[in-house]
């Protein structure tokens, strides 16, 4: 070792530099950080203390035009917990099956709700039981991180009847949060799932809220209200829609727990929906919350499809309610007149070519006018009327009177009407020669390659009931929108209401009369090719106005293999009647 | 009761306001909203000083040489005591997997290694001091190199790597301090940064052509240079073997000392909210027991590891200022002491405690700042723990004699 006194001088003197340096470096840094920086780490001490908790805003009620509720929201319970990090969240959620029942299910969703926004408190139990949450409060000091919430929970008063319509809400899926549709959505929190909730799903969402609580590291509450202000949710305003409750309840009512198919009301005047019903129906109150599994699976397996709207997604052959379009476009072309006789009387059927078209009446209805034609439903007439106008005119006028279009009604996921956009149609699907001109006589009568939706064929008896414009339906009152389908005199208008009207007073539809109030409208008889025990099940249709004179109330009626069309006229007609406060006339049942 | 010499007191009053300060923030780091097992450690921490300050006392009353004749038989106690650890030894706190501690009937009596550290400086002091000339070449320090490997070699294997990294500090410390030139300090450095440098091949190239350019400027022996080359190459090579054995746990701290916030709920967390605590201290800092990061427990360890993050965010840079002025002032006057010494033996010993103390302060101060990575190695005088404390004050001690026995006055400030 080096000793000599001038060497060690010389290296203290280089230590005592180098400590010197060490620490005044060490001091800079720290000037750096608490003087220079001392801003930005202020701030970020003040957020670490802070927990934000959302708080879910209440939707918008939903009522009727009478200021009837149909949508609500009562008081319900959330648990969600604020996990530092995955495991901890499994570890919580494994401690907290000890004490409630958690489903493997409700695990997983809680840890892929968890992984999608750390930083909001992972929602366990969206719509928890009183039970749970006194068992939770009993066991408050177990579990620091877990949050109580008493959170707006969606409840619909008329459950069963209008399910067909206002929806449901439930947790966004992860598919949602991915899509554009519900930018700024984030995971645990509700949206509309169906129906009107869904449709006006931005009307109906509210303002989320933030509580600011102060906790210490382990998320143990220190006290509630940090220093940052809090703010309250702000509720949706509420969603006002043209449906009467009363009429929707006493159509839930007709159709009761047997008969299968779809109804719809509608104000020819604006479009407005005034009921809107399909059968059958779900208790839509199980779905608040998550849907329970062994109920989704019921409903899925039921083979009358609870699930299908059978008003703006069930497609059905419209039989001879369509005779209606035919005649119209016949009138628009000027090939036929309401007083007009076909060469042809009705012998019960019609020769064309190597075939024989039968009528429903095997008995015939002689040599008779369009308009008496429209009153018995005559099929031979309407064959040979479907031959005057020829089959591109026929399609031509199908598609101008919007039959192979949605109705444009407020709901999503409406399917759209079927009708051949032209001959070329039969041609690529069928080749040149793969077809004859014999579907011309389908089509004339609603048979064939046609079929329709109840709510677009309400929508087109609105613009028979009217001047020949078509109001959009509309559940929610808006601006109301008519387009003009086809163009006939004021004369041919009232020839055709009249027409219709004979149906209800003297023709298929007698046994549907109403005293006092002229109905007017046309049963439909359309085959579905189901046979059960030799006997063929057809959908039942009836598609009318009422009064005749000055409709005030479209009614599209579809029962699913629900027989002749005159099931479906008593169905509309006591919807009728009921809506203008009258009553029917009970009278004698006839052949139809 | 000092024979023949003078106290030095800057020394001992500048060691005991640090321990006090010491004491008062290990109080302050008990006093949190939700109170821990930390409140009541500051009376442990008050008595381990007491007991501390008599160890001192006693120390200072002997002579270096009994001293340096203590270190043999010391050094072969503590090398037995890191052995039996190995066996017997349990985890404690935050290293719970380690055997760092030992034990009897499940009462923790303390970290051996914490005195490992004493004695090794001693014995490194004892071993460079019998020499007459300064090493000239890498192969004469194999003496040295021997006194402080065994016993790191003990400690690595409980695994201990912040003790590790204290020993290779203090033995550059002594190196230095004996007159090891630097260009053969940087040769024998020289494997270890390879190691660093080999994550990135372009780094380690440029290192590797430096180091050429000293070999052949210094001229080493031929052998040496070899083999120093050889060594370099085969750190560079086996460092990511070595990486992918670590225990996940080392490798997260490495990994969160590059990048706090990639893992910012687990290993980073310490770290950013060491940084958050001090940074939002300012200048004057939130007030003695006031800080909301350590109140609310954000702070992590906060009365061991990351005592000094309390000092940054209760009493502000202001306090930090004083802190390590207090620090610096005590590494200065050990510096004196080892250049006052009356013999190779006293000034090595204090150059090496004074090496100690450097290295805990860098790197737990460091620590504190992301500026180290997380090593869990005490702060001297502040971190809570009897052991650490036991032994920074055995080293006082043993200065105070140092210093009573050196040459010129003790008691001037500075030389």
Redesign the interface.
């Known amino acids: 070792v080096s000793v000599h006194p001038n060497d060690i001088a010389r290296r203290a003197r280089v230590a005592s530099l180098g400590l010197a340096a060490i620490i005044v470096t060490l001091l800079g840094a720290f000037f750096k950080t608490q003087v220079v920086q001392h801003d930005r780490y202020k701030l970020q001490s003040q957020e670490n203390r802070l927990r934000a908790i959302p708080l879910p805003a209440p939707r918008g009620i939903i009522y009727d035009r009478n200021k009837n509720i149909i949508a609500e929201n009562l008081p319900g319970y959330s648990v969600s917990i604020f996990p530092p990090n995955v495991d901890s969240l499994r570890a919580a959620l494994a401690q907290l099956s000890t004490v409630i029942t958690l489903t493997p299910d409700q695990v997983d969703q809680a840890v892929r709700r968890y992984r999608r926004d750390p930083n909001r408190p992972t929602v366990i139990i969206s719509d928890a039981s009183f039970d749970v949450i006194s068992v939770l409060e009993e066991h408050r000091v177990n579990f620091p991180r877990l949050i109580i919430q008493s959170v707006p929970k969606r409840f619909y008063p008329d459950g069963p009847s209008v399910a067909s319509f206002v929806g449901y809400t439930g947790e966004i899926t992860d598919a949602d949060l991915n899509s554009n549709q519900y930018e700024g959505y984030k995971p645990g929190q509700l949206i509309g799932k169906g129906g009107l909730e869904r449709e006006y799903e931005k009307d109906l969402r509210g303002r989320e809220g933030v509580r600011y609580d102060e906790v210490d590291a382990r998320g143990r509450l220190v006290r509630q209200a940090g220093p940052r202000v809090d703010l309250n949710p702000e509720p949706a305003p509420p969603l006002y829609t043209n449906i009467d409750m009363d009429l929707q309840r006493y159509t839930a009512q007709i159709f009761g727990d047997s008969l299968q198919g779809g109804a719809i009301a509608i104000d020819p005047r604006d479009g407005g929906v005034l009921a809107l019903y399909s059968a059958p129906s779900y208790d839509v109150n199980r779905f608040t919350g998550g849907i329970p599994a062994d109920y989704w699976k019921t409903l899925l397996s039921d083979d009358r499809h609870p699930l299908v709207n059978k008003v703006t997604q069930g497609r059905y052959p419209p039989g001879s309610t369509f005779k209606l379009a035919t005649a119209v476009t016949g009138m628009q072309n000027g090939v036929v007149s309401l007083d007009e006789h076909m060469p042809v009387p009705c012998t019960g059927g019609f020769q064309y070519g190597n075939r024989y078209f039968k009528c429903w009446d095997k008995r015939g209805h002689g040599d008779i006018s369009l308009a008496r034609a429209i009153e018995v439903s005559c099929d031979v007439y309407f064959y040979q009327l479907g031959l005057k106008i020829g089959l591109s005119k026929l399609l031509a006028g199908g598609v101008s009177l919007e039959m192979r279009d949605k109705s444009g009604i407020d709901l999503p996921d409406e399917k759209r009407a079927l009708w051949p956009y032209a001959v070329d149609y039969y041609n690529k699907t069928y080749g040149p020669r793969g077809w004859s001109n014999s579907v011309t006589l389908n089509l004339a009568i609603g048979q064939g390659e046609n079929a329709q939706t109840v709510v677009n064929m309400a929508k087109f008896y609105a613009a028979l009931a009217t001047d020949g414009t078509a109001p959009t339906p509309e559940l929610v009152h808006r601006k109301p929108e008519r387009k003009r389908i086809f163009q006939l005199t004021p004369a041919q208008m009232d020839g055709l209401r009249k027409a219709l009207a004979g149906v209800v007073q003297s023709g298929t539809a007698q046994a549907s009369r109403i005293q006092g109030v002229m109905l007017a409208g046309k049963t439909g008889t359309a085959q579905t090719g189901k046979r059960v025990e030799g006997v063929e099940l057809n959908h039942a249709w009836f598609v009318g106005f009422a009064p005749a004179d000055n409709p005030t109330i479209v009614v599209a009626v579809m029962l699913e293999f629900g027989g002749h069309g005159t099931r479906a006229a008593h169905i509309a007609s006591a919807m009728i009647s009921h809506y203008l406060k009258v009553t029917p006339v009970t009278a004698v049942e006839t052949e139809g | 009761m000092l024979r023949n010499t003078v106290v030095d007191y800057p020394l001992a009053i500048t060691a005991l306001l640090l321990s006090l300060f010491g004491v008062a923030i290990v109080y302050s780091a008990g006093q949190?909203?939700?109170p821990t097992f930390v409140a009541p450690l500051w009376k442990s921490q008050a008595l381990w000083l007491a007991i501390a300050v008599g160890c001192a006392w006693a120390i200072g009353s002997s002579s270096v040489r009994l001293i340096e004749w203590a270190t043999w038989p010391a050094y072969l106690l503590t090398l037995a005591l890191l052995a039996v650890l190995l066996v017997i030894g349990k985890g404690g706190g935050t290293a719970a997997s380690t055997k760092s501690w030992i034990a009897i009937g499940g009462h923790r009596l303390g970290q051996p290694s914490e005195l490992a550290k004493i004695t090794v400086v001693l014995m490194l002091a004892k071993v460079?001091?019998e020499?007459?000339?300064?090493p000239k070449s890498l192969l004469e320090l194999w003496k040295p190199a021997l006194a402080v490997g065994i016993p790191w070699l003990l400690i690595m294997l409980q695994p201990d790597l912040g003790t590790g990294i204290v020993f290779v500090g203090v033995f550059f410390g002594m190196l230095?301090?004996?007159?090891v030139p630097w260009p053969l300090l940087l040769l024998l450095a020289s494997p270890v940064v390879s190691l660093v440098l080999s994550f990135s091949t372009g780094l380690w190239g440029a290192w590797f052509l430096v180091l050429l350019a000293l070999v052949l400027w210094y001229k080493p022996y031929l052998v040496e240079g070899i083999v120093l080359m050889v060594a370099n190459v085969a750190t560079g090579v086996i460092a990511p073997i070595i990486w992918e054995k670590l225990a996940p746990y080392q490798q997260n701290r490495l990994k969160v000392f590059l990048d706090p916030s990639a893992d910012p709920?687990?290993s980073g967390y310490h770290v950013i909210?060491s940084?958050?605590?001090?940074?939002?201290?300012?200048?004057f800092g939130k007030g003695f027991t006031l800080g909301?990061?350590k109140?609310?427990?954000?702070l992590p360890e906060q009365h061991t590891d990351f005592i000094f993050a309390v000092v940054?965010e209760e009493l502000?840079?202001i306090g930090?200022?004083i802190a390590?002025?207090l620090?610096?002032a005590l590494?200065?006057r050990c510096?004196?002491i080892?250049?006052r010494a009356n013999d190779?033996f006293g000034?090595?010993a204090a150059?090496g405690l004074?090496s100690l103390w450097?290295v805990h302060i860098?790197v737990n101060?460091?620590m504190t700042?992301n500026?180290m990575p997380i090593t869990g190695i005490p702060l001297p005088f502040f971190s809570y723990g009897g052991s650490f404390m036991l032994a920074s004050w055995l080293a006082v001690g043993i200065l105070l004699r140092i210093s009573g026995e050196g040459r010129g006055r003790a008691g001037s400030l500075l030389?």
């Open positions: 949190t909203d939700i460079l001091a020499r007459r000339e300064a230095f301090w004996s007159g709920r687990a909210q940084k958050i605590a001090i940074g939002s201290g300012g200048l909301t990061q109140r609310s427990g954000f940054g502000g840079f930090v200022t390590l002025s620090f610096l590494m200065l510096t004196r080892a250049s190779s000034g090595l150059f004074m450097l860098i101060v460091g700042l500026l030389s």
